[in-house]
Every structure is written in structure tokens, then in C-alpha cells.
């Protein structure tokens, strides 16, 4: 396989060899998949919204909090963990964001304070549900040591 | 006395049946024998067979259906002849997809025979003592090929070269520099040259999870052995490639995941596994990737961990009224959802009234005596049971409309009540994976009565989508965006209330109701003479979604509470 890598700023091009359906068969094709990011800190890639005030209590403990919204599903390898708060995407967004973290063994937290998807819990490294705050949930990120 | 005699249906490999058993074990303790309905194939595996002893009362591959009180089927990994009776059954029968589902197999297991994750204890699996004995001054990393002794299917020897990793010979030889005990187990040649505590193709799968408990940790690509380690409490670090993780990743034991990125995997059960020829996934891993990730691993495993905090809403005072309210509720399985919302329900001052339950044929034994148990002093309480009316239950996700069903059933309970001259002012239809505020009653009744002055009000719900989405599986895209907005579920949106009135001029009289798909509460035909439905935000319960699908329904009233702050609440 062959594996190409162009630099631009911060951002590297990756081209890879892919398979595209082509009538009945497959076609090799060599595209340009995907674009790797490059990071500092312990990032968090967040879902839905936070409060400020978790928001900011994450920022003093050291995560670094971005915003997932919906852009090359990848990016996520480049994070220590997923946040999924109040969710705000379609199902299949939202399977497929969920589905891609978890072959990637990338831990995926659940927080919410309203309800709790009974049959993806599999699914959670840390799952919160109700009401908590701020600090005490930071707290068990930390814990996770991720 | 004699147990209730089940049947469960299941045709697959060793490490399908290992995440099987956690189901079997569920049945088990609800105190039923199991029968298994299978297919020759799986007594020809002697893995299978070793690791199904002592499980069942009986291995067939014939089907009876009057031998069984309950037949468990699941979407997935059944015999031919068996599919027959599912679609027979269920139309929309279907398998499962995996890639799009990302629900874990265990989970579908446990779907399968009516139970949730709450009820999870650990699968059937017994090791075999060994003579192994690992060096207690170092830590021991055990390695698996990715083929394991026994594998029935015959197309997975094609299949397993997919998943193959060329470089454990490798990596024993760094472990081993590096200080580690390596021991080898699994078959096949893709262990040639590696160096350790040989156990190639020596053992059986009991005495195999017996050297794996022994072991600090497993390092294979994903395969019954990984399983196996699961069942067994020794961490496990995953070479992936083709493989779905999130559909079989160890859930006992802390994992770590290798996988190199490439946009085509994970591929397995799509086409291009089945094309694939060079497994570029799993030779982009190379030895020094996985050595990392031990490293950290081994420093900090990661176990799940799940906090639940009960949600307090504000204390209010109590409402009053002197209407009389019936409440519907069906229920079938998830039996800590139900315990919740009857606690719930007490709490959150219903005015007086009937509460109708149906037991809408749960496989769960736990569920009646909840019901039978539950009692206040100013709601009258019935219990209907519905017998199971299909003796085989498919996945019951796919059943069609069950709820309905279900709700038609306590409509006509609720109809021989009125022919025998009992009165009501509202009749409440509720789901019970539902928490509620304190009066949420109270204010839907004052918010109808103030309202339906000036408008066509049909019916009445507390619930919108300010909550998270209801728990669709792929069957239709979710409507949710800011406060305000609204989703309901077949021209309905459990839960609702509908007054007498209303209910009787709809339906002139009970007895029209029949088992049609959508005639839940007769909602359609309350819309179709231009009635609205009232939607309260914020919703005045919170929602679990342990049920349903939704749909999109007429457009409605929606209504703020803050309208109301200034409420005498006890005029």
C-alpha cells in the first residue's frame, strides 16, 4: 500500500490507495482521503453543548475542548477521548461518529442530565447521567487517565 | 416444580456463542431450561460442544413449537429452517447491520430474550485447570493467532487470513528482549518462528482460558480468543483491521485498540471484504505501534465506568383538581425503566383516578410482581396480562407497532369499564420509560382548559424535543433541533392525554377499535377533523426512550410553561 503524505500549514494531506465500485467490480483508485491535524494538548472532541461553566472548569484542569461539528470524521484519532453531550445530530451522524471512535479505541463519554441510550452503553467508557457538577465531573475524566 | 421449558435459536462460531451465554445465563437465572435449536454443524465443533456442556437440557435441530412455553430468535446467526417461522411471523423480519447498528452482539443477545444491560452478569464459560504456571516476577503477555482450534464454519478458514498478523514472531522476540514472559497459543502457521511458552495447538478452549487467566494480558487481532479472555478477566489489546470493534470488543476486562488508519476498514460483511485480496489494515500495524500502546496500557488500563444521578427536580407545591384521570400504561421487559417510573409516577402527585397496566407478554418474570406490588392510596390500580400470543418472540425491535397493539388492548379494557358506568375526565397514555415533574398532570389539564377556549385542541403532551432524541435504530431520521421544536410518534407523542370528551366524539363509540396499525387513542382521526395536538415546552417529563420509533405527524400548538410562572397554582 501506498501511503502519501503532503504538508500544508498544520495540516498533512494523506493519499491512499481505496477501493471504488465501478458497475459490478471494484476500481483501485488513489485519492486524497483524509487531512491529519496536528494537536498539542489533551484534546477532547465534544458533541452537542456544554455549559460555560464545564466548558471552563475543563480548561483550568488542562483539556483541550473542541467542538465536533459534523467535518472529516478522522480528526477524532487525533483526540484523547469523544464527549457526547446533548446530541444534536441524525442517527446515522451520529452511529457512524460513534461506531468510527469506538474501532479506534477511542474512549467515548457519555453526559447527559436527561436520558441515556440504554442500548449503546457498551459503547462508554464513562457514562454520566443527572445532575452533577462541574468539578466532580471533570474529576472522573481525569480519573480515566486518558 | 418443574421449570418453564424455553427454546433458543443460535448458529455461529466459538466466540458468538462465548457473548451468547451472557443471555443464557439471564434465562438461567429466571429459572428456565433451555433448549437449543441449532443445526448439525454445531455439535460437529468440538469447541462448541465443550463449551455448551452443561448448558442446555437438549441440542436439537428440529422445531416444535408446542414443546416450548417461549422461543428466543434473533435477527442474526440462525439456521435456515429457522427463518421460516421468524418471517412467517414478522414480515419485517431482517438481519441485523452491524456496520450502521453499532450495537455490541452481547446487546443483541440480550434484546433477544428481553433483557437489557442492567441485567448483564458476566457469560457461561468454565476454564480448565492447567499445569501452566506464569512466572511470577514478569509480567506475561500472552499471544493468539488469529485462527482459533475448532472454528466450525468452514468459510472462515478463507476468511481468517483477512485478520492475520505476520509480525508475532517479531514481537516475541522484542517482548522477550524487553523482559516480558510470552506465551503462544491459537493454531495455524501465522505462529511459526515465535519464541515462548509454547501452547500451539495444544489445548482445548477451557484449558486455553485457563492459560489466558493467568496471563496479564492478551495480545491477538479479534477472535474467540479475545473472548475468551474476556470471560476469563485478563485485558486484552486488539490488532484491528477488517473487524467491527464496536460490535465485539471485550466489555468485561479493559481493552486498548491498534489499528492503523485506513478509510476502507473496518470492512468485515461488506463487499469489500470479500474483494479484498491484500489486507494492507492489518500489515500497516506494525511492532513498534503495538509496543507503544502496550506500554501505556499496561500503565493505565481503562475500565468502564457508569455514574447514574437520579434528576431532582424542584420542589413545588402540590396542585390540585377534582378531575379524574385514567392512565394507560403498557409494559414489556426493562424492568429497572419500569421501577423508575412508578417511583416517578407516585412522586409526581397524580390526581385520583385508575391506573390500567398491561403486561404486554414480558419475557421477564420480575415484571408482574413489580406491577402486582405497586399501590397509592387515591389511584385504583388493575393489572391486565397479555399471554404471549406468539409463543416464538423475534427481535422485538422489529415487531410491527407493539405499542399500539398494546394500547388498542387497554382501550377496550377501558371501554367494557364505561359500558359498566365508570367515569373519567382524561385518559393519559403513557410509555413508562418516563420520568416526571411534580404536577405534570395538573398543568396539562390547566393548560387544555385554558387553552381549548380558543382553540381546536385534541390532545394534550408534555413531552417535546428539548429532551435527547428518542432511541431510533435506523428507521427514520430524528427531528430535533432548538426549543420549540416538536416530533411526535404516529400523529401521537407518547405520552399525551386526550379528555372524554374529546375521546367519545372521535369515537362515538369503544367498540369500533380495532388492531389496525394506527389506532392508537384513534389519533389520526382526531387530526383529520382538525384538532391539534399541545405541546408544553419545556416537556414536563424526561424521557429514556427504552421504545419506539418516530415519525412526523400534523404540525401542532406548541405552548410555553414560562407563559404560566404567574399561575396561582393552587386557584
Given at each position: 500500500?501506498?501511503?502519501?503524505?503532503?504538508?500544508?500549514?498544520?495540516?498533512?494531506?494523506?493519499?491512499?490507495?481505496?477501493?471504488?465500485?465501478?458497475?459490478?467490480?471494484?476500481?483501485?483508485?488513489?485519492?486524497?482521503?483524509?487531512?491529519?491535524?496536528?494537536?498539542?494538548?489533551?484534546?477532547?472532541?465534544?458533541?452537542?453543548?456544554?455549559?460555560?461553566?464545564?466548558?471552563?472548569?475543563?480548561?483550568?484542569?488542562?483539556?483541550?475542548?473542541?467542538?465536533?461539528?459534523?467535518?472529516?470524521?478522522?480528526?477524532?484519532?487525533?483526540?484523547?477521548?469523544?464527549?457526547?453531550?446533548?446530541?444534536?445530530?441524525?442517527?446515522?451522524?451520529?452511529?457512524?461518529?460513534?461506531n468510527f471512535a469506538a474501532c479506534y479505541g477511542i474512549p467515548i463519554i457519555w453526559?447527559?442530565?436527561?436520558?441515556?441510550?440504554?442500548?449503546?452503553?457498551?459503547?462508554?467508557?464513562l457514562s454520566v447521567v443527572g445532575d452533577i457538577d462541574a468539578k466532580e465531573f471533570?474529576?472522573?475524566?481525569?480519573?480515566?487517565?486518558? | 416444580?418443574?421449570?418453564?421449558?424455553?427454546?433458543?435459536?443460535?448458529?455461529?462460531?466459538?466466540?458468538?456463542?462465548?457473548?451468547?451465554?451472557?443471555?443464557?445465563?439471564?434465562?438461567?437465572?429466571?429459572?428456565?431450561?433451555?433448549?437449543?435449536?441449532?443445526?448439525?454443524?454445531?455439535?460437529?465443533?468440538?469447541?462448541?460442544?465443550?463449551?455448551?456442556?452443561?448448558?442446555?437440557?437438549?441440542?436439537?435441530?428440529?422445531?416444535?413449537?408446542?414443546?416450548?412455553?417461549?422461543?428466543?430468535?434473533?435477527?442474526?446467526?440462525?439456521?435456515?429452517?429457522?427463518?421460516?417461522?421468524?418471517?412467517?411471523?414478522?414480515?419485517?423480519?431482517?438481519?441485523?447491520?452491524?456496520?450502521?447498528?453499532?450495537?455490541?452482539?452481547?446487546?443483541?443477545?440480550?434484546?433477544?430474550?428481553?433483557?437489557?444491560?442492567?441485567?448483564?452478569?458476566?457469560?457461561?464459560?468454565?476454564?480448565?485447570?492447567?499445569?501452566?504456571?506464569?512466572?511470577?516476577?514478569?509480567?506475561?503477555?500472552?499471544?493468539?493467532?488469529?485462527?482459533?482450534?475448532?472454528?466450525?464454519?468452514?468459510?472462515?478458514?478463507?476468511?481468517?487470513?483477512?485478520?492475520?498478523?505476520?509480525?508475532?514472531?517479531?514481537?516475541?522476540?522484542?517482548?522477550?528482549?524487553?523482559?516480558?514472559?510470552?506465551?503462544?497459543?491459537?493454531?495455524?502457521?501465522?505462529?511459526?518462528?515465535?519464541?515462548?511458552?509454547?501452547?500451539?495447538?495444544?489445548?482445548?478452549?477451557?484449558?486455553?482460558?485457563?492459560?489466558?487467566?493467568?496471563?496479564?494480558?492478551?495480545?491477538?487481532?479479534?477472535?474467540?480468543?479475545?473472548?475468551?479472555?474476556?470471560?476469563?478477566?485478563?485485558?486484552?489489546?486488539?490488532?484491528?483491521?477488517?473487524?467491527?470493534?464496536?460490535?465485539?470488543?471485550?466489555?468485561?476486562?479493559?481493552?486498548?485498540?491498534?489499528?492503523?488508519?485506513?478509510?476502507?476498514?473496518?470492512?468485515?460483511?461488506?463487499?469489500?471484504?470479500?474483494?479484498?485480496?491484500?489486507?494492507?489494515?492489518?500489515?500497516?500495524?506494525?511492532?513498534?505501534?503495538?509496543?507503544?500502546?502496550?506500554?501505556?496500557?499496561?500503565?493505565?488500563?481503562?475500565?468502564?465506568?457508569?455514574?447514574?444521578?437520579?434528576?431532582?427536580?424542584?420542589?413545588?407545591?402540590?396542585?390540585?383538581?377534582?378531575?379524574?384521570?385514567?392512565?394507560?400504561?403498557?409494559?414489556?421487559?426493562?424492568?429497572?425503566?419500569?421501577?423508575?417510573?412508578?417511583?416517578?409516577?407516585?412522586?409526581?402527585?397524580?390526581?385520583?383516578?385508575?391506573?390500567?397496566?398491561?403486561?404486554?407478554?414480558?419475557?421477564?418474570?420480575?415484571?408482574?410482581?413489580?406491577?402486582?406490588?405497586?399501590?397509592?392510596?387515591?389511584?385504583?390500580?388493575?393489572?391486565?396480562?397479555?399471554?404471549?400470543?406468539?409463543?416464538?418472540?423475534?427481535?422485538?425491535?422489529?415487531?410491527?407497532?407493539?405499542?399500539?397493539?398494546?394500547?388498542?388492548?387497554?382501550?377496550?379494557?377501558?371501554?367494557?369499564?364505561?359500558?359498566?358506568?365508570?367515569?373519567?375526565?382524561?385518559?393519559?397514555?403513557?410509555?413508562?420509560?418516563?420520568?416526571?415533574?411534580?404536577?405534570?398532570?395538573?398543568?396539562?389539564?390547566?393548560?387544555?382548559?385554558?387553552?381549548?377556549?380558543?382553540?381546536?385542541?385534541?390532545?394534550?403532551?408534555?413531552?417535546?424535543?428539548?429532551?435527547?432524541?428518542?432511541?431510533?435504530?435506523?428507521?427514520?431520521?430524528?427531528?430535533?433541533?432548538?426549543?420549540?421544536?416538536?416530533?411526535?410518534?404516529?400523529?401521537?407523542?407518547?405520552?399525551?392525554?386526550?379528555?372524554?370528551?374529546?375521546?367519545?366524539?372521535?369515537?362515538?363509540?369503544?367498540?369500533?377499535?380495532?388492531?389496525?396499525?394506527?389506532?392508537?387513542?384513534?389519533?389520526?382521526?382526531?387530526?383529520?377533523?382538525?384538532?391539534?395536538?399541545?405541546?408544553?415546552?419545556?416537556?414536563?417529563?424526561?424521557?429514556?426512550?427504552?421504545?419506539?420509533?418516530?415519525?412526523?405527524?400534523?404540525?401542532?400548538v406548541i405552548t410555553s410553561l414560562d407563559y404560566y410562572e404567574g399561575w396561582n397554582?393552587?386557584?
Amino acid at each position: 500500500m501506498s501511503l502519501f503524505v503532503s504538508k500544508s500549514g498544520d495540516e498533512e494531506y494523506i493519499r491512499q490507495r481505496n477501493l471504488r465500485r465501478k458497475g459490478i467490480g471494484f476500481n483501485e483508485i488513489e485519492i486524497e482521503t483524509r487531512i491529519r491535524y496536528v494537536f498539542s494538548q489533551l484534546v477532547i472532541f465534544y458533541i452537542g453543548n456544554l455549559e460555560q461553566s464545564f466548558l471552563d472548569q475543563g480548561d483550568i484542569l488542562g483539556f483541550d475542548l473542541r467542538k465536533y461539528e459534523h467535518q472529516d470524521v478522522s480528526i477524532l484519532l487525533h483526540g484523547s477521548a469523544l464527549l457526547l453531550s446533548d446530541l444534536d445530530m441524525k442517527f446515522k451522524q451520529r452511529m457512524e461518529t460513534i461506531n468510527f471512535a469506538a474501532c479506534y479505541g477511542i474512549p467515548i463519554i457519555w453526559f447527559s442530565r436527561k436520558s441515556i441510550p440504554h442500548r449503546y452503553m457498551w459503547r462508554f467508557k464513562l457514562s454520566v447521567v443527572g445532575d452533577i457538577d462541574a468539578k466532580e465531573f471533570w474529576r472522573e475524566v481525569w480519573n480515566l487517565n486518558l | 416444580m418443574e421449570s418453564e421449558s424455553v427454546a433458543v435459536v443460535f448458529m455461529n462460531g466459538l466466540g458468538n456463542f462465548i457473548f451468547f451465554t451472557a443471555a443464557l445465563k439471564v434465562l438461567k437465572q429466571r429459572g428456565y431450561d433451555i433448549t437449543l435449536i441449532t443445526n448439525d454443524k454445531f455439535l460437529s465443533s468440538p469447541a462448541l460442544r465443550e463449551v455448551s456442556k452443561g448448558i442446555f437440557k437438549e441440542i436439537t435441530f428440529e422445531y416444535d413449537p408446542n414443546e416450548y412455553s417461549q422461543t428466543f430468535i434473533g435477527s442474526w446467526g440462525i439456521p435456515a429452517f429457522m427463518k421460516d417461522y421468524a418471517i412467517h411471523l414478522n414480515p419485517r423480519f431482517s438481519t441485523i447491520n452491524w456496520t450502521n447498528s453499532g450495537i455490541h452482539e452481547v446487546q443483541h443477545y440480550l434484546d433477544t430474550i428481553g433483557a437489557s444491560w442492567e441485567d448483564y452478569d458476566g457469560y457461561i464459560f468454565d476454564p480448565i485447570e492447567t499445569s501452566f504456571q506464569a512466572d511470577p516476577y514478569k509480567t506475561t503477555i500472552v499471544l493468539s493467532s488469529c485462527a482459533v482450534k475448532n472454528i466450525f464454519l468452514k468459510l472462515n478458514a478463507g476468511d481468517k487470513l483477512k485478520k492475520r498478523w505476520n509480525y508475532f514472531p517479531e514481537l516475541s522476540r522484542q517482548l522477550i528482549d524487553l523482559g516480558y514472559e510470552v506465551v503462544l497459543i491459537g493454531i495455524s502457521d501465522e505462529m511459526d518462528n515465535c519464541e515462548g511458552i509454547n501452547f500451539i495447538d495444544k489445548l482445548s478452549v477451557r484449558e486455553t482460558g485457563d492459560v489466558i487467566s493467568k496471563c496479564d494480558l492478551l495480545i491477538a487481532p479479534s477472535t474467540a480468543n479475545t473472548i475468551v479472555a474476556d470471560a476469563v478477566g485478563t485485558p486484552v489489546l486488539l490488532l484491528e483491521g477488517p473487524m467491527q470493534t464496536a460490535r465485539a470488543h471485550p466489555i468485561n476486562v479493559p481493552f486498548s485498540v491498534v489499528r492503523n488508519y485506513i478509510s476502507c476498514a473496518p470492512c468485515f460483511q461488506k463487499a469489500t471484504w470479500k474483494l479484498c485480496k491484500d489486507p494492507v489494515c492489518m500489515s500497516n500495524i506494525k511492532v513498534g505501534d503495538v509496543l507503544i500502546k502496550m506500554h501505556k496500557f499496561l500503565q493505565k488500563p481503562m475500565s468502564s465506568k457508569h455514574i447514574y444521578r437520579p434528576i431532582i427536580f424542584p420542589e413545588e407545591s402540590l396542585m390540585k383538581t377534582d378531575k379524574k384521570v385514567v392512565y394507560l400504561t403498557s409494559c414489556f421487559n426493562r424492568y429497572h425503566i419500569l421501577k423508575t417510573f412508578l417511583t416517578s409516577f407516585e412522586k409526581s402527585n397524580p390526581p385520583d383516578g385508575k391506573i390500567i397496566f398491561l403486561n404486554d407478554a414480558s419475557q421477564d418474570p420480575r415484571i408482574q410482581d413489580l406491577l402486582d406490588d405497586f399501590s397509592m392510596p387515591n389511584i385504583e390500580k388493575e393489572v391486565l396480562v397479555r399471554d404471549k400470543l406468539e409463543k416464538m418472540q423475534t427481535f422485538s425491535e422489529y415487531k410491527v407497532n407493539p405499542s399500539i397493539h398494546a394500547f388498542n388492548h387497554l382501550l377496550k379494557k377501558l371501554s367494557a369499564e364505561v359500558v359498566d358506568g365508570f367515569f373519567f375526565d382524561y385518559v393519559l397514555f403513557i410509555d413508562p420509560d418516563i420520568v416526571m415533574k411534580i404536577n405534570w398532570v395538573h398543568k396539562m389539564i390547566k393548560l387544555y382548559e385554558e387553552l381549548s377556549l380558543e382553540l381546536k385542541i385534541g390532545m394534550v403532551t408534555p413531552f417535546n424535543t428539548d429532551h435527547l432524541e428518542y432511541d431510533v435504530d435506523g428507521v427514520s431520521e430524528t427531528l430535533r433541533s432548538e426549543v420549540g421544536s416538536y416530533r411526535l410518534r404516529e400523529g401521537s407523542n407518547l405520552p399525551y392525554m386526550i379528555s372524554c370528551e374529546i375521546l367519545m366524539k372521535v369515537h362515538k363509540t369503544f367498540s369500533l377499535f380495532g388492531h389496525k396499525s394506527m389506532d392508537i387513542g384513534k389519533s389520526e382521526e382526531i387530526f383529520s377533523q382538525g384538532y391539534q395536538t399541545l405541546v408544553t415546552v419545556p416537556s414536563l417529563v424526561e424521557h429514556y426512550g427504552a421504545y419506539g420509533n418516530t415519525f412526523l405527524a400534523t404540525k401542532p400548538v406548541i405552548t410555553s410553561l414560562d407563559y404560566y410562572e404567574g399561575w396561582n397554582i393552587n386557584e
